[in-house]
T-cell receptor, first 114, second 110 residues
Framework: DTAVSQTPKYLVTQMGNDKSIKCEQN?????MYWYKQDSKKFLKIMFS???????INETVPNRFSPKSPDKAHLNLHINSLELGDSAVYFC?????????????FGSGTRLTVV | ELKVEQNPLFLSMQEGKNYTIYCNYS?????LYWYRQDPGKSLESLFV?????AVKQEGRLMASLDTKARLSTLHITAAVHDLSATYFC??????????FGTGTRLTIIP
């Protein structure tokens, strides 16, 4: 049973295309996140949703739009893809009691824009 | 600015040796996390440190937290090849935001 699952695992697409990455968690967590890991392995938060409500929206281009249809899902849609969007995108989740359980990460989606 | 810095960025060490990875953060945080990432894989939770003086150990890894110095350390004892990975610390600064350090790429040489 995968706790936080992302699809697809790999995504290769051309500049200018629109693509989506899906994330689902079966942990019953209240909060979900999107993180971007660049080529230097640096991890930076992009968005956070708590019970379908947007909590964090970092300085991310508005070509990126998260959508949370319910507490267990947080999808990421990217319009007009650019070369600089190439990265690994991680979905994560946490419950309010993150003191004990921390954050659980998905396996990542490697996006390559050509 | 909320910053988390790790050093060293790269660490190559021989099996059997001991070493420490340092994690400094810029402002008050009472929750510090350590993660491990293998190449091409996700992040695996290692430790959650919640209070000043907290120390946790799992196998050859031991993590500690000094909130007054804004410093956490990850100590590796008698390193083995299986510990080769990238290690991240992350500090929780409130508002649902977990800020990651730059990562330390650890290579254990036989």
């Amino acid at each position: 049973d995968t706790a936080v699952s992302q699809t697809p695992k790999y995504l290769v697409t051309q500049m200018g295309n629109d693509k989506s990455i899906k994330c689902e968690q079966n942990l019953g967590h209240d909060t979900m996140y999107w993180y971007k890991q660049d080529s230097k392995k640096f991890l930076k938060i992009m968005f956070s949703y708590n019970n379908k409500e947007l909590i964090i929206n970092e300085t991310v281009p508005n070509r990126f739009s998260p959508k949370s249809p319910d507490k267990a899902h947080l999808n990421l849609h990217i319009n007009s893809l650019e070369l600089g969007d190439s990265a690994v995108y991680f979905c994560a989740s946490s419950q309010d009691d993150r003191d004990n359980y921390g954050y659980t990460f998905g396996s990542g989606t490697r996006l390559t824009v050509v | 600015e909320l910053k988390v810095e790790q050093n060293p960025l790269f660490l190559s060490m021989q099996e059997g040796k001991n070493y420490t990875i340092y994690c400094n953060y810029s402002t008050t945080s009472d929750r510090l996390y350590w993660y491990r990432q293998d190449p091409g894989k996700s992040l695996e939770s290692l430790f959650v440190l919640l209070s000043n003086g907290a120390v946790k150990q799992e196998g050859r890894l031991m993590a500690s937290l000094d909130t007054k110095a804004r410093l956490s350390t990850l100590h590796i004892t008698a390193a083995v090849h299986d510990l080769s990975a990238t290690y991240f610390c992350a500090a929780y600064f409130g508002n649902e935001k977990l800020t990651f350090g730059t990562g330390t790429r650890l290579t254990i040489i036989p």
